[in-house]
Structures are given as structure tokens and as C-alpha cells.
């Protein structure tokens, strides 16, 4: 029978253990599947990658058709539409890959407006003036379409060579949100490799994570870790 010191000490190296393996594979990533929770479409485009690491692994986008599996994903674009999308990439596979290349640009001139936001300050001069860049090029686009017996609803005509076409929703996302009586609501996820932008409409501005069963249960879990760290030195 293990004495009391002893078991002690087994058991928390255990518990220690199964942290550690837990803080691992929790940064792993579907990158099948995109996680929207951001409660805006230009939050949840910017949290395609995490703002606090620089690891690679942490990256969602690598290709044109990760942007049109997020757009479909996000109900920006109907499958239809992405695999034409699709298609058309691989016939002109030099301007999928620039086209991607400024959705990139286009992702850090979004974090660029909201992430000081989040922070109590103002957006960035220069990604401002480039979001109305982009939406000089984006508005001729949107349009009201029928789609029903005396019904409308906002659309987008593009033609079949527009590769920017996943881009242009948020685009127009971004400007709406940065007019809108929601702008104070930004917050900012304290995860350190974190760093994902979302809507705070909890009922007393508290929301701190992007997610509670993610980098909320890994900081729980790091206090355990330390909690049990501390109690085996003891």
C-alpha cells in the first residue's frame, strides 16, 4: 500500500500528465471544419488564424479554395457558386493564388480595424482607407435580388471569372459592423496564442474567451497545472 507522500506524488504527476497531453491536442486543428465564433462575418474571417502565435500551425487558410471552403462554411456562398469557383481556380491557378494573396491582405486590414477596437482605442488610419478601397470595388457588386412573389433580398452579381467573390461579404461585413451601435461590443480573446475577435453580448460586457471549451478549459486547465505543480512541491 502506497504511503500517503508517496501517492500523493504519483497521483499528481499523473494529473500533471493528462494537462499536459490536454493543452496539446487541443491545439490541434480541423482543418475540415472552421469554427465560427465571432458573431460577425468579418470576426469570424479574421479568426482564421491566431493573432498571438506565430506557428503555422495555427494558420487556416494555405490555398484559393480554403477561402471558398470558409465562405461556404459561413453561408456566404452556395456550393453551386464555390465549386464553379473551384473550377475556375484550377484554369487560372497564377490568379487564385493572388487573389488568395489579397484575401490574406484583406484578413490583417480587418484585425488591423478591430483589433485596437477591442482594446478601447481607434482602428488603424491606413486599414481604413484600405477597407474603402475595397468597397469601391465590392459595392458595384451588391445587388437586390427577387426571391419570391413580391419579395427581395440583397444578393451579389459576379461574373464567372470573379475568383474575389468569397471576399466580397466580408467586405461588406466589415463596413457594416464599423457603422453599427455594435462596434463598442468588440472584444478580444485572452488566450496568449490566441488573440480571436468576437462579439461581446454577454449581459455584463464579461465574455473574456473565444470559446469556453477552448481556450477558456485551457486556462483552466493551466491553473490545475500550476495549482497541482505547486501542491507536489509542497
Request: charged share 25%; proline share 5%; hydrophobic share 40%.
Amino acid at each position: 500500500m502506497l504511503s500517503s507522500d508517496l501517492r500523493q506524488k504519483v497521483f499528481g504527476e499523473q494529473t500533471q500528465l493528462l494537462i499536459t497531453n490536454y493543452l496539446m491536442s487541443s491545439h490541434k486543428i480541423d482543418r475540415e471544419r472552421f469554427k465560427f465564433n465571432g458573431g460577425w462575418p468579418c470576426l469570424d474571417y479574421v479568426n482564421t488564424r491566431n493573432w498571438h502565435s506565430r506557428d503555422p500551425a495555427f494558420e487556416r487558410f494555405t490555398h484559393y479554395t480554403d477561402l471558398l471552403r470558409w465562405a461556404e462554411q459561413a453561408g456566404l456562398l452556395g456550393e453551386v457558386e464555390a465549386e464553379g469557383l473551384r473550377q475556375q481556380a484550377e484554369r487560372q491557378p497564377a490568379l487564385a493564388a493572388a487573389v488568395f494573396e489579397q484575401g490574406l491582405t484583406l484578413r490583417e486590414t480587418i484585425y488591423q480595424l478591430f483589433a485596437p477596437i477591442a482594446a478601447g482605442g481607434l482602428p488603424d488610419p491606413a486599414a481604413l482607407a484600405e477597407l474603402n478601397r475595397w468597397l469601391a470595388v465590392t459595392l458595384p457588386h451588391r445587388v437586390l435580388q427577387p426571391v419570391g412573389q413580391g419579395s427581395f433580398a440583397w444578393g451579389w452579381v459576379a461574373g464567372s471569372e470573379a475568383l474575389e467573390r468569397p471576399l466580397w461579404p466580408v467586405v461588406y461585413a466589415a463596413a457594416e459592423l464599423l457603422a453599427s451601435d455594435r462596434l463598442h461590443k468588440i472584444g478580444k480573446c485572452a488566450g496568449p496564442s490566441c488573440g480571436w475577435l468576437f462579439l461581446d453580448l454577454s449581459r455584463n460586457g464579461s465574455r473574456r474567451w473565444c470559446a469556453m471549451n477552448d481556450c477558456g478549459n485551457r486556462a483552466k486547465a493551466r491553473r490545475h497545472y500550476r495549482r497541482s505543480r505547486n501542491s507536489s512541491l509542497d
